[in-house]
T-cell receptor, first 111, second 114 residues
Framework: GQSLEQPSEVTAVEGAIVQINCTYQ??????LSWYQQHDGGAPTFLSY????GLEETGRFSSFLSRSDSYGYLLLQELQMKDSASYFC????????????FGPGTRLSVLP | SAVISQKPSRDICQRGTSLTIQCQVD?????MFWYRQQPGQSLTLIAT?????????ESGFVIDKFPISRPNLTFSTLTVSNMSPEDSSIYLC???????????FGSGTRLTVV
């Protein structure tokens, strides 16, 4: 089976940098994704890492270490609009190459 | 990327009744997925729907309770049957693209069973 762990809540102030960690256990790892979901909204894609290293997209970066079964999402220059839930998701060969979602991290950005 | 229209956006239903949720995609896709998200929780896959074949259900979900149709490559429906308050949740359809690495989700259906 698969299991993913994320912190349940993170709080930071505007302009700060925050890192949301994700650890996973899976036997058929393909890649790690991050999704953002605002209250009442649908999840939206942020990033996908299949290889080790850091991927940067604007204020958001995502990191993967396959040997450590670990990844993180880094949000820089936080804005109030970044307040949302963030889900890591593992693409698993043993799950038909579909994604299994983590429990989610609720980020609150304070003024 | 694909654009998905999902409806209804929300509904309040009486227990024992059924609700059918529709998803229309603006491009042809092989697989569509149906998820359930209970308030404050993560997304749980209900089933995968391929055109022209029976849907594949995940553990804990059965066809009699959640029948799915996939009549063509751009449309799918999920029915929540014989509803109980425990079925109150958000239901989301999604499609995968970019060689299976990216999901796009519909806007969701917020279901309340009373």
């Amino acid at each position: 089976g698969q299991s993913l762990e994320q912190p349940s809540e993170v709080t930071a102030v505007e302009g700060a940098i925050v890192q949301i960690n994700c650890t996973y256990q899976t036997s058929g790892f393909y890649g790690l994704s991050w999704y953002q979901q605002h209250d009442g909204g649908a999840p939206t894609f942020l990033s996908y890492n299949a290889l080790d290293g850091l991927e940067e997209t604007g204020r958001f970066s995502s990191f993967l270490s396959r040997s450590d079964s670990y990844g993180y999402l880094l949000l820089q220059e936080l804005q109030m609009k970044d307040s949302a839930s963030y889900f890591c998701a593992v693409r698993d060969e043993d799950y038909g190459q579909n994604f299994v979602f983590g429990p989610g991290t609720r980020l609150s950005v304070l003024p | 990327s694909a654009v998905i229209s999902q409806k209804p956006s929300r509904d309040i239903c009486q227990r024992g009744t059924s609700l059918t949720i529709q998803c229309q995609v603006d491009s042809q896709v092989t697989m569509m997925f149906w998820y359930r998200q209970q308030p404050g929780q993560s997304l749980t896959l209900i089933a995968t729907a391929n055109q022209g074949s029976e849907a594949t259900y995940e553990s804990g979900f059965v066809i009699d309770k959640f029948p799915i149709s996939r009549p063509n490559l751009t449309f799918s429906t999920l029915t929540v049957s014989n509803m109980s308050p425990e079925d109150s949740s958000i239901y989301l359809c999604s499609v995968v693209w970019d060689r299976g690495s990216v999901y796009t989700f519909g806007s969701g259906t917020r279901l309340t069973v009373v």
